[in-house]
């Protein structure tokens, strides 16, 4: 192995018998196992959160089915990088036994629309097989031609069990990525690892790497990993928001609850932070826009317009003068007053269907499009009921969720 390379990247499995997780794809009979099977693979978005393994499951197809691998990352990647795989992939289908070529692009969100529809004539026509990989959601940033072209495949969370089996190989395998000799743990220690990462295999490799570091420790011997040496590397680890761009909620939430308490710096310290670390501006204004109706609400209406004009500039304008756009829309958000009743409403009423499934609509509020209908009751006499009189189903007559 080589030390200068992160132990995630490291790690990385080559093969599905030594991938972890995912059993709902790579499992014995399910979809990604029976293309590869058939060395049949379709162009395909893989949508799911950090650290679920969706770089590593696209080198695996690659390798398992001889294809050529090419990643591109949609962060600094442009319409150039494009023709040139795609050029390099249709010579390679010309001089070299028609060899598949699979290009993956990593954070495929980030592509402006313009640069998907670069996409689109060379995953019809065969020239490369695509494989994007988002951790947004394909409806919203993946163009619909793109996505009528490809598998759209769900990748979910890692379980605890994938994890601590993940970072106990990386241990067992320590003096060939550290200069220790080995490393020690309780299985408590690798559940706790496990726990903290909140599903994302990166991190937890990335935490006990740290974990080694911060040991104290001469080269060559054994160390051994407590439940303190874990919580301190686990905190520098996330001291940054992420300097690849991936989402640390800690640092969203942050934003959020800053605008919902009115302290509009503390608001704009945290959006200067994603800003920095290169969150994708896009991600930010969605969750303005979302907080503009549950939390600003009713006490100020046009915060909903604010927030999709800034969603609409951070996609037309994009970095850096979108930066702008984000500003003046938090700071905004954050001196509206705030009303969640229109929210909380939706929530209380939610609840009852739940609990009470569909309850019969009254007779006089029911659509009675036939004679028929009117004739058993449909709509009766609905002119004849004043204003305040209730239309809700019997069993919740007189309940109140505004």
Known sequence: MQNNRPLADLMRPQSLSKFFGQEHLVGEGKIVRNLIESDDVPSMILWGPPGSGKTTLARIIANQTDAHFVELSATNSGVKDIHRV???????????????TILFVDEIHRFSKAQQDHLLPYVENGTVTLIGATTENPSFEVISPLISRSRVLVLQPLEINHLTAVVQKAADRAAEWSSVRSVTFGNDIATLIAE????????????????????????????????????EAFQKEHLLYDKG???????????????RASDADAAIYYLARMIEAGADPKFIARRMVVFASEDVGLANPTALVVANAVFRACETIGYPECAINLVHGVAYLANCKKDR??????????ADVEEHGNLDI??????????????LGYGKDYEKYPENTSYLPEKLRGKKYL
Do not use: C, W
């Not at 249709?90 to 060899?99: K, P």
């Not at 994302?200 to 439940?227: F, Q």
């Not at 229109?342 to 939610?350: C, E, S, V």
């Open 362 to 375: 009254p007779m006089m509020i029911r659509n009675a499009p036939t004679k028929l209908m009117k004739e």
């Open 196 to 231: 903290l990462s909140n599903g994302d295999a990166r991190t937890a490799l990335n935490t006990l790497e740290l974990a080694v570091k911060l040991a104290k420790h001469d080269e060559n011997e054994d160390v051994v990993i407590d439940k303190n040496i874990v919580k």
């Open 245 to 259: 761009g991936e989402e640390h909620y800690n640092t969203i939430s942050a934003f959020i609850k800053s605008m």
């Open 86 to 100: 795609v050029d390099q992939a249709d010579h390679a289908r010309r001089t070299l036994m028609a060899q598949r």
């Open 341 to 350: 009743s229109a929210y909380d409403a939706l929530r209380k009423a939610q």
